[in-house]
């Protein structure tokens, strides 16, 4: 899991709260990305960040939001606004291409959240 | 946008056996193509890549080839071991922001 960490492992939350994934990276990657699987399903982009400050939707944002104060750390907030958010959640990061990245995005352990 | 397929969704081999997983890709802009491993509850892995100045890449049992004409490429497992029993999921990426687009996997079954 080299250098990526995602907290807690496992996350029971009753329906219509919000909800807060950790994501850590000592890198110092650029770029990091939150993706959304279900059971036997590919992977979704939720959202990106290739800046601190600054981070972009990807397929999937309803119901999600995301900071990027530091370049460490892209929190991933599930809101109640989230139809249906039980899932395994993925966070990544990779160098910025423009800091001279080759693409390769490298994945934490995940987060299985179950909202009952 | 991008989109990936991949095919079979599952595949069973017996110890030893090959096994190979294809996947297609719409964007002819597409130049870097990962396949990752996932096993049961963890984080997927990058287990090798290809960029499209390239046909074939090869790490010990596992190679990549790249058909961009026909817009598909292929991951082969030679001489499979138990322990690559695992989802595998292939991605397709034009490089544009990093952002990669990635195919349905596949559950590989290897048979002691």
């Known amino acids: 899991d080299g250098g990526i960490t995602q907290s807690p492992k496992y996350l029971f939350r009753k329906e219509g709260q919000n909800v807060t994934l950790s994501c850590e990276q000592n890198?110092?990657?650029?770029?990091m990305y939150w993706y959304r699987q279900d059971p036997g399903q590919g992977l979704r982009l939720i959202y990106y960040?290739?800046?601190?400050?600054?981070?972009q939707k990807g397929d999937i944002a309803e119901g999600y939001s995301v900071s990027r104060e530091k370049k460490e750390s892209f929190p991933l907030t599930v809101t109640s606004a989230q139809k249906n958010p039980t899932a395994f959640y993925l966070c990544a990061s990779s160098i910025d291409l423009a800091s001279g990245g080759a693409g390769e995005q490298f994945f934490g352990p995940g987060t299985r959240l179950t909202v009952l | 946008g991008e989109n990936v397929e991949q095919h079979p969704s599952t595949l069973s081999v017996q110890e030893g056996d090959s096994a190979v997983i294809k996947c297609t890709y719409s964007d002819s802009a597409s130049n870097y193509f990962p396949w990752y491993k996932q096993e049961l509850g963890k984080g997927p892995q990058l287990i090798i890549d290809i960029r499209s100045n390239v046909g074939e890449k090869k790490d010990q049992r596992i190679a990549v080839t790249l058909n961009k004409t026909a817009k598909h490429f292929s991951l082969h497992i030679t001489e499979t071991q138990p322990e690559d029993s695992a989802v595998y999921f292939c991605?397709?990426?034009?490089?544009?922001?990093?952002?990669?687009?990635f195919g349905g996997g596949t559950r590989l079954m290897v048979k002691p």
């Open positions: 991605a397709a990426s034009n490089n544009a922001g990093n952002m990669l687009t």
């Open positions: 890198l110092n990657h650029d770029a």
């Open positions: 960040s290739q800046i601190v400050n600054d981070f």
